[in-house]
DNA sequence: CTGTTAGCGCCTTCAG
DNA sequence: CTGAAGGCGCTAACAG
């Protein structure tokens, strides 16, 4: 029977025993040296297979100090599908680096980034990607991570000398604004998160610059609402809005958990008004929701890409790649203005 | 300036000559060793501080053959929210153990498992928390893991000597099942997903023992469909039942991809019926769709749990632990058989 | 109570 | 083309 105790795994010096050779000609031959005879070469491969030879990483990265071989990802939380996205298409990029991602979760408390920044980095991670909350960046300078390459994703850097992913929210918010405009509505409302975060501030520029750009239309407090952290504190301020005694006829809504108690509300039968959410999920899609929507796994794709060639060529100066946000049109966002006063609205789409 | 490139970090050598002492007294101050005396211990710990040390944990890994400090979660892809929940669940747990996690994904392909399995275990993880889509386990054995902890979450382990986590799903869909006869259904349809899958085959069973436990209701093949991998097939499948000569009145859909496939074949207005949906989103509760609903974070948490008690006894016998399923009720499930018949069905609950 | 020593597994000079 | 040797940072005997 065998021992399914804690095998001790072969070494590199077995190896070299098993194939009558030195320690060093079997790391030459792993690392496809050329100055290696083929004979010998071929006799330490079988040995490897042999065996089951595989190096051990912690050997390795004790030998070249740093290199942990792992990426680490701080992310607020997976329930986040944004982020849960970026989190997949960054760890299939790593994978095909080679790299290994070791994710940790703030629990949607921007305080706590710190504490888990400095365990990743303490922990020696070849590099590190981080999803903020907040704007916080102490623990991000240089004498904090100790040189280890940072990529950031969806914030501002400051003077960091970091690199950086986002979308261009502001802009698509703007376009959509416009697009509204254009649409004859003139009451048009904003519903953004809290604006603690980049993100929310970002999108409400977004939507400013939209409305002070067509110079049709001015912006009415009422109208714009942020701090909304629930999609249930999204529905009452949307039935709030909605009962005022000139109430919008289109809705912005800033992020998903506001785009979703948007869509609650009025599946819910809401007056109608035109609407557009931003990020979506399979539902809101199906049902015809204009979103405007991202591509989460290319953001964490290309901050994978940026991670690696950082490892490759530490060198380099701090980039920015700024990926697009777009306006998808379903339906419930090209509702014109007259449309709805001519009470001809439908709920959803078929 | 400062260096902005790879600074080395503090070693306990430099901790032992700053505090006057040898590196042993620092290690053992580090861990709390009784046989410190107050002032050396004190001196140390301020040396610790004012450097800035934390150990190397390849050095420490190295030193004490296996440990790598983190614990590996295989999983089929983090957009599936069930998984996504699992991992955010274990992911706490584990930090509150001093442990990180290495998430890898196979990208919804079961025959990657075996590869991804193997690069963690060649990474040497502390143990493996495994979510698989597919029953192969040849590269779950001990003489591939050597000796690694294994903890299944959601499939069974045949004579794997690995520890195991599921939801009791049979029971909940059986109990569904009932519910939906005792109120008069008998033309009761199940979509599920693809039967290679364990949790597929396993809810299925469940809606088996439903019907034939009552003793009133005998299967339909027309009305039980699996092999459903998209919502959009789901939907499909569903309008096909629902023009048959004798429809099913009620629909149980078996995963979350089949549910959001029913709701919006729903909202599109298709002949009503009472449905009851397996896990669910934000918007399908908000809209009253009964659902039976695990807890993912929970299921996370204890597998973790298993994992971090065996790393700290490893000889515990496998253990199985099983987690509820429960039937929330929010409406759409608890639609009377002759209510339908009367045309009275509500499209969305207010 | 504290210091010395050896070695975990690997890679990289430096010799041959 | 190949081998010998040292050391990455840490901890666990083993002295003292």
Redesign the pocket.
Same mark, same amino acid.
């Given at each position: 029977m065998p021992d399914e105790r804690a095998a001790?795994r072969v *070494? %590199?010096?077995e190896v070299a025993r098993a194939a =009558?050779?030195? *320690? @060093? *000609?079997v *790391?030459?031959t %792993?690392?496809h040296s050329?100055?290696?005879?083929e @004979?010998?070469r071929d006799r330490v491969m079988a040995a490897v297979k042999e065996l089951g030879y595989t190096?051990?990483p912690m @050997?390795?990265g004790?030998?070249? =100090?740093r290199r942990d071989g792992a990426v680490g990802l701080v992310t607020s939380g997976f329930t986040n599908v944004f982020q849960a996205g970026v989190a997949a298409g960054a760890e299939r990029e790593l994978r095909r680096a080679g790299l290994q991602m070791i994710i940790a979760s703030t629990d949607e408390d921007p305080a706590r980034e710190p504490e888990v920044v400095r365990a990743l980095i303490d922990r020696r991670v070849s590099a590190l990607l981080v999803m903020p909350d907040s704007d916080a960046r102490d623990h991000l300078t240089p004498d904090h991570t100790f040189g280890t390459p940072v990529v950031m994703v969806g914030r501002q850097t400051g003077e960091l000398s970091a690199d950086l992913v986002t979308t261009d929210d502001d802009a698509a918010v703007q376009e959509a604004t416009e697009r509204l405009i254009g649409l004859g509505h003139r009451r048009i409302a904003a519903l953004a998160g809290r604006s603690a975060t980049f993100p929310a501030r970002r999108r409400l520029d977004g939507f400013r610059r939209g409305l002070t750009g067509s110079g049709a239309v001015e912006e009415d407090p009422k109208l714009v609402v942020s701090e909304l952290a629930t999609s249930e504190q999204a529905r009452t301020a949307l039935r709030a809005m909605l009962r005022l005694p000139h109430p919008p006829t289109a809705i912005l809504a800033l992020n998903l958990g506001i785009s979703t108690g948007v869509l609650l509300e009025r599946l819910a039968g809401a007056a109608p008004f035109a609407f557009i959410g931003f990020d979506e999920t399979e539902v809101s899609a199906g049902l015809g929701i204009s979103a405007i929507v991202r591509d989460p796994q290319d953001v964490g794709r290309q901050a994978a890409r940026l991670a690696v060639s950082r490892l490759a060529e530490p060198g380099l100066a701090p980039r920015v790649l700024t990926l697009p946000s777009r306006l998808v049109a379903r339906g419930s966002g090209e509702i014109p203005a007259d449309e709805l006063a001519a009470g001809t609205t439908p709920l959803t789409t078929r």
């Open positions: 001790r *070494t %590199l010096r =009558g050779v030195s *320690t @060093a *000609t *790391t030459r %792993l690392q050329p100055r290696v005879e @004979a010998t190096p051990n @050997a390795q004790l030998r070249d =100090g």
